[in-house]
């Protein structure tokens, strides 16, 4: 069996159309989306998720499963992906990995250790602590029970750290142990990212989030805000969502939310860059000049 075929790339990069193009040359196809947002049920238009209509045309996994309170991790959609692969392989279909969420990449491509469950209430109260000691706090009790972890961190990544904490506090041992039981990947996988030149991208990002806010944005995270979430909520530590509630709260302007949405976006495609580069045998693609249709040809004629 060739490699399965992943799309990676920065976000804003064009990642879900050449998907659906590789799709139908491919024909029978799936999408196993590998973002860690889209999973949830109404964080639509903040998340870039693909429309109704594509889904109805390509099947996709991972995509509206879970509410917003539910948790989710990258162990997690490593043990629920890779049953979904091998069932999209028995029915003839050709699966199509896609996504830029680089720690559930990494899980599903390199294997991760397997780690346990935590009863809810344990990560509730340690969520209940980041919202009132906040993220430095945990981060400093995170470095003593677990350093090995803590080293691979820093404090921004909250979800993270809280997750260090609560495996300790749930099981007496570090995430770092368990981690070191690595369980390698069920399959092999051929990894295209696709890039392009840094002005570009980051001009397509600010006309990406200019489209969100005139899609109604503002109004998708007003329903959450209603329903009482907020920014400190698991699901909506992420970009696009924990700029908006502020706004929402009158801290500062919408004008003010969008600036911060692109800024910290070009930043995450930043940092999502560096970190590809660090994956072996990896196939960089330059789509500067090629549209959707070209670069699934190219990826196509490669052997997926």
Same mark, same amino acid.
């Given at each position: 069996?060739?490699p399965i075929?992943?799309i990676?790339?920065?976000?804003?990069?064009?990642?879900?159309?050449t998907?659906?193009?590789?799709?139908?040359?491919l024909?029978r196809?799936?999408i196993?989306?590998?973002?860690?947002r889209?999973? #949830? !049920?109404?964080?639509d238009?903040?998340?870039?998720?693909?429309?109704a209509? @594509?889904?109805e045309a =390509? /099947?996709?996994?991972?995509?509206n499963?879970?509410?917003v309170g539910q948790?989710f991790?990258?162990?997690?959609?490593?043990?629920?992906a890779e049953p979904?692969?091998?069932?999209?392989?028995g029915?003839?279909?050709?699966?199509?990995?896609?996504?830029g969420?680089?720690?559930?990449l990494?899980?599903?491509v390199?294997g991760?250790?397997?780690?346990?469950?935590?009863?809810?209430?344990?990560r509730?109260?340690?969520?209940e602590?980041?919202?009132?000691?906040?993220?430095?706090a945990?981060?400093?009790?995170?470095?003593?029970v677990?350093?090995?972890?803590?080293a691979?961190?820093?404090q921004?990544?909250?979800?993270?750290?809280?997750?260090?904490l609560?495996?300790?506090?749930?099981?007496?041992r570090?995430?770092?142990?368990?981690q070191?039981?690595?369980?390698?990947?069920?399959?092999? #996988? !051929?990894?295209?990212v696709l890039s392009?030149r840094?002005?570009?991208l980051? @001009?397509?990002?600010? =006309? /990406?989030?200019?489209?969100?806010v005139?899609?109604?944005l503002?109004?998708?995270?007003?329903?959450?805000?209603d329903?009482?979430?907020?920014?400190?909520d698991a699901?909506?530590?992420t970009?696009?969502?924990q700029?908006i509630?502020?706004v929402?709260?009158?801290?500062?302007s919408?004008?003010?939310g969008?600036?911060l949405?692109?800024r910290?976006?070009?930043r995450?495609a930043?940092r999502?860059l560096t970190?590809y580069?660090?994956?072996?045998h990896?196939t960089?693609?330059?789509v500067?000049?090629?549209?959707?249709?070209e670069t699934?040809?190219l990826i196509?004629?490669?052997?997926?």
């Amino acid at each position: 069996m060739p490699p399965i075929p992943v799309i990676a790339g920065p976000t804003a990069v064009g990642k879900s159309g050449t998907a659906l193009e590789l799709g139908r040359l491919l024909g029978r196809a799936e999408i196993v989306s590998c973002d860690s947002r889209q999973i #949830y !049920r109404g964080m639509d238009i903040g998340t870039a998720k693909s429309s109704a209509t @594509t889904r109805e045309a =390509l /099947r996709h996994h991972f995509i509206n499963e879970l509410d917003v309170g539910q948790p989710f991790s990258a162990g997690e959609f490593q043990s629920q992906a890779e049953p979904r692969i091998a069932d999209i392989l028995g029915r003839g279909h050709a699966p199509i990995i896609v996504g830029g969420s680089t720690l559930y990449l990494r899980a599903l491509v390199q294997g991760m250790g397997l780690t346990p469950g935590v009863p809810p209430r344990i990560r509730q109260r340690l969520n209940e602590r980041l919202r009132i000691d906040g993220a430095a706090a945990l981060f400093e009790e995170l470095a003593v029970v677990d350093p090995a972890y803590a080293a691979t961190l820093d404090q921004t990544k909250s979800q993270r750290v809280v997750r260090g904490l609560e495996v300790y506090e749930a099981t007496g041992r570090t995430l770092s142990s368990f981690q070191q039981d690595h369980r390698p990947p069920r399959f092999t #996988y !051929r990894v295209f990212v696709l890039s392009r030149r840094r002005c570009d991208l980051y @001009t397509d990002i600010n =006309l /990406r989030v200019d489209s969100m806010v005139e899609k109604g944005l503002l109004q998708e995270v007003q329903r959450f805000h209603d329903a009482g979430f907020s920014e400190h909520d698991a699901a909506f530590r992420t970009i696009g969502y924990q700029e908006i509630f502020p706004v929402l709260r009158g801290e500062y302007s919408l004008q003010r939310g969008i600036e911060l949405v692109k800024r910290n976006s070009r930043r995450y495609a930043k940092r999502q860059l560096t970190w590809y580069r660090r994956m072996e045998h990896a196939t960089w693609l330059d789509v500067d000049d090629m549209s959707p249709v070209e670069t699934a040809a190219l990826i196509y004629s490669q052997g997926s």
